[in-house]
């Protein structure tokens, strides 16, 4: 089967290179999909029979149409302050434009009505300057896992006659032909003009053995690691009631390591997320009402960066996650108290603690975990916030263990997105440039754009 353009990965990239091409061209394209379509995702986790993780073959959370942010808390930060790298590709302002197109699609596809938050005129920049905290800019438009899911499913209805959709198909290989690309699957071989690839951070392991064969040149990135706090909604409402997700960084005062908010969950739960089989720490919340819980989450994260003789910071993160995963069996959770006491939490201490845990997860100790310099960044930081949120360093504040934010080697890409091999984009999480739902989306869009010929 001949194409003019693969797309490989329904995430976010994947869904809007597959959507412009299907509006503003009549190129024949078909997206590859190693999971399923949106309803048939399921996680098996049903915290009666299923408690924890059972690492199913393919990831329901991760992998199908909607990719990694199927299921997430929906927040579309529109921003070049965080959430990948893209304007060093495309521009600043190309990028932020690009942003608010997709953020104009998700709202005429189910999300009218969601609210859009900003930190421009925010009382709360100058409050966190006098703590040592920085808040960074950015507008954030919260659909919530519900309403998300309720927009890819919109778009999915208006994709799916235009495209061609192959699920349950993960591509085995891409080879470069005299003329286009060959790509391999178990149910066959397709061949085409241009290829998409945009296989987010489920499929890294993956995509660094295509760069290898194919010659392309990567950069190690970073990692991202730290714990998910759980504090009661109020403790944060003042902040989450007017920016809902605030990233603010802090400067530690031992270390001169910069600590930092990522993905505030207002009323949300803590979840489980499976990377290649290690299980991790995230959250969400939901834009209903109905569906909130009375806990606030949001993680505290450190960079680490490697590059001689080892330069496999992802290798690195694994390796913290796994040693949780064995001491815990998957998630570990600790009062802060705990922790600061030197000890163990408790089924029995978690239970006599004030905060409910929304996450069934081990009670232990984090500091046979974490190395003792991103500890201490993190103790740090709790008690600066505790200054513009008195009571984030109560004792009975819980942490949840290891959070880790993978970061796929930056594929070397120019202006277009374009690898060395002409015709082969590698776009979204997968390719390092991004690392979220807006960044991956208007990545997206670009690169179809550049293939139609629309932003030359
Ligand atoms: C629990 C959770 C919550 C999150 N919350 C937020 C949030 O609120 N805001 C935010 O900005 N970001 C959030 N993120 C991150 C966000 O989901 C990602 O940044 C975004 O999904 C990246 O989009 P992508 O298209 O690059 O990759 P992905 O969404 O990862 O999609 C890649 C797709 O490619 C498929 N694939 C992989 N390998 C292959 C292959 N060989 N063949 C075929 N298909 C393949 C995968 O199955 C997957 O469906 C969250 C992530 C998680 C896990």
Known sequence: MKYDVIIIGAGPGGIFAAWELAKKSNLKTAVFETGSVLEKRKCPIDGVKVKTCINCKTCSIMN?????????DGKYNITNDFGGSLYEHIGRETALELMHYVDDINMSHGGEGTAMYTTAGSGFKKL???????????????????INYIVLKNLYEELKDPIDFYFNTPVKE????????????????YTCDK???SVGRSGSKWLS????????PTKANRVDLGVRVELPAQIFSHITDELYESKIVYRTQKFEDNVRTFCMNPYGLVVNENTNGIITVNGHSFEDPEKRTENTNFALLVAK???EPFRDSNEYGESIARLSNMLG????VQRFGDLERGRRSTEKRI??????PTLKATPGDLSLVLPKRILDGIIEMIYALDKIAPGTANDDTLLYGVEVKFYNMEVDLDENLETCHKGLYMIGDGSGVTHSLSHASASGVYVADRIIGLNE
């Not at 891409?174 to 071989?189: A, C, H, N, P």
């Not at 239970?351 to 409910?356: A, D, H, I, N």
């Open 64 to 72: 199908g149409f909607g990719g990694a942010g199927a299921f997430s």
């Open 209 to 216: 053995g295509v760069c290898k064969d194919l010659d392309i």
């Open 351 to 356: 239970l006599e603690g004030t905060v409910r």
């Open 174 to 189: 891409i080879r470069k032909l005299e003329e286009g690309f060959e790509v391999i699957t178990d149910q066959g071989s």
């Open 128 to 146: 966190c300057m006098q703590n040592k905290l920085t808040l960074l800019d950015a507008s954030v438009r919260h659909l919530g896992t519900d």
């Open 305 to 307: 960066h490697f590059s």
């Open 329 to 332: 069996g998957g998630v570990i």
């Open 195 to 197: 290829c998409i690839v």
